[in-house]
């Protein structure tokens, strides 16, 4: 260890550490734009410049390691000050068009101008202009203009997505950032960039232009894209998803997503498929009933059937409380063996980065939650062949559009009845006699186990009938803590879709077993009663980061189905 | 003059550029020497002669070779930089031109001292003609065995590269130059690590000056103890001194150094056109700190004396200035220049760069303020040791001493204020 003084205060560091890791640790922001603990030392902005005992000049804390001994100033004169000279140069060419700019309010230079700016120009000169649109990929937009020349883009490209194909040309202050001749950014990770870039020159080609950010609440949740589960932040205004970015966790993601996930997985919550309260098919066409009619329709409609001639589908999509009172009630209560999932993997879509070829958030949790057959019941192919042969005439199916599956589908109508819980308009509700609509992941608390056996928590991000962002402790952003309903955004469409579980827990309450949930953390407490790998614990444990629960059970892909 | 002085770079002899005039005149004899000794031995002889850099910071180069590792199992390389592009500069083209193989020897040697394979010879782009001319003795040195396989019959093997330059002032500086000679943006590098541990693709390196490594034969035949008694004890050796600006003669002078700048300016530049006065001269090439002619009495072409008299030796590319000069004019042209050649990489260097030169301008346009004088100090205050590399103190150290030994200059310049209608309310 090094012992180290920084302001005043002695420390006892990693002596492998630079002074910006070491401060860092120790709580304290050196401040800077080029320096990213995951990307190699550039050490160009000179904004962490600090002063050392017995160095000349002012040091750059980004590529200074630390020393026994060593004296660091932070706040001094002489620091203070060049820090004003390099944010007074970073903004003398700067556009300065804040006011039409997608990073205000999330943009470093901006705020680092309010906390070490001197706040006036002296700047009287024409400023250099350069390119304002430039597509450097499918995803990513570039404003030269606003670029500080950080170089974190380029190091993101060489170094995590392997992608070399950025770089800068010109001199001085003509200096642009572009493409190689003949490459585009369009690696899976290219909108990473976008976080990274200290400025607001790398924009979302999805996300420019449609909200200013703090017109957005984030919460915070977890990728369903793939078995990952990337942390990352929902973006939500006037209850409507508007990007998804991800979120530091060193665990699980690092600070990265892919741009899959962050452009896929979100859009089917703000859709016009999206389903409202519940659905009955009566002649032939799916009518809009209310939940009491319908909840009491699966409940007679189930009984007209043997035991072994119901079979039930749970759902890798779904969350661990939505599968364990799924597996409850069709078990113990319906009383079927015959329960299984169905997984989705695209064997060969997966690198050694994030993104892995399952591509559904919880299938290990299905599988630990006990979404698997019975002792003599049918598995997933014995469920599809008795279908087939009309051995299994009702089948109830969680949140899976399973009728987009070729084989599946083709065995579906010969089924008597057919339930479905889903958020959209699909495949599988176009054959379905009675359709719940439940919430999509961003409108329900919940967890989800990723493929090494990390629980994470989901939470609502978006309003539905039932939940109100303010009473049911939704983050807020300025609008929902400000806005009245005379304003723009005071008046959200709200879907009438309920989490699966509740579904699920009036079902068996109708049928007559005493379930109690109110919120899905009652759900969770009784896995944790129930199921070894959760005992222990709650909601408050797994916090904002997860954690790992041993998974016994590791999911088959022996049945291959995308 | 020429009875006091010897010249050992670029001596009087006709044809020295051609290899047997070069070998019938003492030439490889250095080589050979050096061969026979021990490598330790031959860098012990640099840093005991006192050579100092002739690439603009005068450090030591004896101590420099010894920053090269002794055990490592990576190949070590030697740079030989010959980009040559600040302004005022002109004397390594003499050495192409006029004794190649003095370089060549020089550069052998030096390998051999530091064991070194492979040494590059980086050459300013825009020398065509001096490349062209390098190549034609580098091939003949590889023809007689003094480059190349076993040179000289000995154990020793190195290979000299001659790599061209593609028109960037910053590629002279030496981490940029290594990152132009693999192939990289011209960026200079964060330092540390320094190019000894971690220089040209990540092995020990040690980048020299051409006149600096020219110098290295000189020391070998002459020995230490000789070589160290020509000119200033404390930086001695001959020096080429480039001349150039409001003198009869410009060009570049071979002279030991020491020799007082008024010397140079009336003895071997011929005094200047019209015997007018010296209003300014800058030194050693444009980055170094401007002086007023009444700073020149004393002041002596070597590191403690330019000190003292507030400047720098640099590269001892004198620019001479008569009284007529247009002092404004002049430092906005050496501003457009570093504004042009920074490299764009580090934000005081490349935003402070134009913003000094584009204020020059309306000096220069008489459409300054009385506070652009202080506004242009405070900027290459702030560009001034807070960068990379030395290009941001380049800019700021001629602007800041122009305004303080000329600050009568920029005030002519202020446009005289009128005063200011805030709200026309005239109509
Ligand atoms: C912007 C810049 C340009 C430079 N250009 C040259 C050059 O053209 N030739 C040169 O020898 N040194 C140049 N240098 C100095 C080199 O970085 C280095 O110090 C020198 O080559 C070392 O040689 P020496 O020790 O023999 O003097 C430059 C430095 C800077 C900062
Ligand atoms: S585009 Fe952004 S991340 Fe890339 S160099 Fe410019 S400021 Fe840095
Ligand atoms: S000081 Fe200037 S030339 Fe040197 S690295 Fe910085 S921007 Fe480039």
Redesign the pocket.
Known sequence: MAKITIDGKEYEVDPKLSVIQAAAQQGIEIPHF?WHEKLSVAGNCRMCLVEIEKMPKLAIACATQVADGMVVKTMSEKVIKARQAVMEFLLINHPLDCPICDEAGECKLQDYSYKYSVGYSRFEEDKVHKPKRVELGPNVM?DVE?????????RFSDEIAKQPV?TFTERGTHVV?TTFPGTVLDNKYSMN?IE????G??TSRDFRFKSRVWEMSATESVCTGCSRGCNMNIWVRNNEVLRLTPRLNEDVNSSWMCDSGRLNTFKFVNSQERLNNSLIRKEGTLVETGWDEAIAKVVSELRVFKKTEIAAIGSAYATNEDNFVFQKLMKEIVGTKNIDFVPHMIEGDEDDLLIRADKTPNSSGALQVGVKPADGGLDLKGIIKGIGEGSIKALYVLDDDIAAIPEIASVLPTLQLLIVHSSVKNHTTELADIVLSCSAYAEKHGTFTNFEGRVQRIRPAVATVEQDRALDGFAMSRWDKFASPNDRWGRPIKKDARPSWRILGAIAGAMGAKVKYTTAEDVFKEMTERIPAFKGLSYLKIGSRGTMIKTSETVSSSVQMA | MNEVMETYILPDIKDLHKLDVYEANGGYKALRKALGMKPEEVTDEVKKSNLRGRGGACFPTGLKWTFMPKQTTKPKYLCVNGDESEPGTFKDRQIFELNPHLLLEGTVIACYAMGITTAYLYIRGEYGKWIRMMEKALADAYAKGYVGEKILGSEFTTNVVIHKGAGAYICGEESSLMNSIEGERGYPRVKPPFPAQNGLWGCPTTINNVETISNVPLIINNGWERYSKIGAPKHPGPILVGVSGHVNKPGVYEMPTGVPLLEIIHKYAQGIPGNKAIKAVIPGGSSTMILRGDQLEGAKMDADSMKAAGSSVGTAGMIVMDEDTDLIKVITRISKFYYHESCGQCTPCREGTGWLWKVLKRFENNDARREDIDLLMDVANNIEGNTICALGDAAAWPVQSMIRRFRDEFEKRVKVAEPRMLADASA
């Open positions: 080029c570039l606003r670029c500080i020349m950080c170089s974190r883009c380029i950025l950032l960039v990274l870039c200290p400025v020159a790398l």
